[in-house]
T-cell receptor, first 113, second 117 residues
Framework: AQSVTQPDIHITVSEGASLELRCNYS??????LFWYVQSPGQGLQLLLK??????LVQGIKGFEAEFKRSQSSFNLRKPSVHWSDAAEYFC???????????FGTGTSLTVIP | GAVVSQHPSWVICKSGTSVKIECRSL??????MFWYRQFPKQSLMLMAT?????????EQGVEKDKFLINHASLTLSTLTVTSAHPEDSSFYIC?????????????FGQGTRLTVV
């Protein structure tokens, strides 16, 4: 069965510090991987996605993520966090069967001055 | 990117009444839309897959008679919470994908905060 794990429920970083949010997936075939961000009371916005090719993908707002097949991971990174990055971040796996997404439990990011 | 609009953004209703939430794809046609429910500080739980012109597919444990889904056109899906109770209070989010297959991006509505009093 497909699953997505985000080990960190909550992360606090200082503004300007680097950030890494972890995501591990379990899926039998080549996964389609996504990172979404959700601001309080809002829908989800796509940050970046990986389908194939270069395993390091660039997204919006200065985010990037690296797909590591050997570790079944797709960690999200940002070199310097801004206060506006405080939000909930969701990793997701897209599968062909059922045409649906499987979401991780999310990581809440707090940015302190 | 494509735009999915959800209405209303928030609604308060009395226990026992029904509430309808609309999800529209504004600039593309969506043969399939998805309805999610999100509890505070938790992830999105897929409730059902809404299929244009046919019955919705509900996830296990979701009451189809309580959460009525209608996908009457390629740009509109509605979720009706019937005989709402306080435990139905939640954040409901719809999404639509541009195509089929796991590698197609999903676009999300802004969500609807339902409070049943």
């Amino acid at each position: 069965a497909q699953s997505v794990t985000q080990p960190d429920i909550h992360i606090t970083v200082s503004e300007g510090a680097s950030l890494e949010l972890r995501c591990n997936y379990s899926y039998g075939a080549t996964p389609y991987l996504f990172w979404y961000v959700q601001s309080p009371g809002q829908g989800l916005q796509l940050l970046l996605k990986y389908f194939s090719g270069d395993t390091l993908v660039q997204g919006i707002k200065g985010f990037e993520a690296e797909f590591k097949r050997s570790q079944s991971s797709f960690n999200l990174r940002k070199p310097s966090v801004h206060w506006s990055d405080a939000a909930e971040y969701f990793c997701a796996v897209g599968v062909n069967t059922g045409n649906q997404f499987y979401f991780g439990t999310g990581t809440s990011l707090t940015v302190i001055p | 990117g494509a735009v999915v609009s959800q209405h209303p953004s928030w609604v308060i209703c009395k226990s026992g009444t029904s509430v309808k939430i609309e999800c529209r794809s504004l600039d593309f046609q969506a043969t399939t839309m998805f309805w999610y429910r999100q509890f505070p500080k938790q992830s999105l739980m897929l409730m059902a897959t809404s299929n244009e012109g046919s019955k919705a597919t509900y996830e296990q444990g979701v009451e189809k008679d309580k959460f009525l889904i209608n996908h009457a056109s390629l740009t509109l899906s509605t979720l009706t919470v019937t005989s709402a109770h306080p435990e139905d209070s939640s954040f409901y989010i719809c999404s639509a994908r541009l195509g089929r297959g796991g590698n197609t991006e999903a676009f999300f509505g802004q969500g609807t905060r339902l409070t049943v009093v």
